[in-house]
T-cell receptor
Framework: AQSVTQLGSHVSVSEGALVLLRCNYS??????LFWYVQYPNQGLQLLLK??????LVKGINGFEAEFKKSETSFHLTKPSAHMSDAAEYFC????????????FGKGITLSVRP | EAGVVQSPRYKIIEKKQPVAFWCNPI?????LYWYLQNLGQGPELLIR????????DSQLPKDRFSAERLKGVDSTLKIQPAELGDSAVYLC????????????FGPGTRLTVL
């Protein structure tokens, strides 16, 4: 089975500080990996995804993530947090026998302090 | 281009009543998904359609939930009768066919069962 682990439910950073949101996955086949962001009372918006090729993936709003197969990780980073980054972030995996079905982690709430 | 449209955005009903949610996917997207998102959790797949065919409904509680996508475009998800535990956000997403393709999410319907 596929699974995603997002450690911790809440991360708080100061404006301008590094953002690091961790994601580890379990998959028996090469995975497709995604990060989505959800603002209050809205649907999920894709930040970035890894399918094949370059393991460092750049997304919208200055976010990037690196696929590390040996560590089964796909951590999300942003060099400098903005107030507008405050939201909930979900890591997800798909692929293999599960086709296009997305398996999500529980999500991490990011707070940004002025 | 219009995104995924869902209605209603909010619904409050008494337990044992029926309820229906409607989804209009992005034009040209053959694959349509319904996800359930409980408070503080990531979305979980209920059903996936490829055109008119439900190709993955293993997580759909078929005793009370039903779904249809008659013309391969719009879809309706129904609950009858609703239970208190059905209170959640119901998300619809669509994508082009194929693994690793981006799923685009609608804003969701927030259901409250009293």
């Amino acid at each position: 089975a596929q699974s995603v682990t997002q450690l911790g439910s809440h991360v708080s950073v100061s404006e301008g500080a590094l953002v690091l949101l961790r994601c580890n996955y379990s998959s028996s086949v090469p995975p497709y990996l995604f990060w989505y962001v959800q603002y209050p009372n809205q649907g999920l918006q894709l930040l970035l995804k890894y399918t094949t090729g370059a393991t460092l993936v750049k997304g919208i709003n200055g976010f990037e993530a690196e696929f590390k197969k040996s560590e089964t990780s796909f951590h999300l980073t942003k060099p400098s947090a903005h107030m507008s980054d405050a939201a909930e972030y979900f890591c997800a995996v798909s692929g293999g026998l599960w086709g296009s079905k997305l398996t999500f982690g529980k999500g991490i709430t990011l707070s940004v302090r002025p | 281009e219009a995104g995924v449209v869902q209605s209603p955005r909010y619904k409050i009903i008494e337990k044992k009543q029926p309820v229906a949610f409607w989804c209009n996917p992005i034009s040209g997207h053959n694959t349509l998904y319904w996800y359930l998102q409980n408070l503080g959790q990531g979305p979980e797949l209920l059903i996936r359609y490829e055109n008119e065919e439900a190709v993955d409904d293993s997580q759909l509680p078929k005793d009370r939930f039903s779904a249809e996508r008659l013309k391969g475009v719009d879809s309706t998800l129904k609950i009858q009768p609703a239970e208190l535990g059905d209170s959640a956000v119901y998300l619809c997403a669509s994508s082009t066919t194929g693994q690793g393709n981006t799923q685009y999410f609608g804003p969701g319907t927030r259901l409250t069962v009293l």
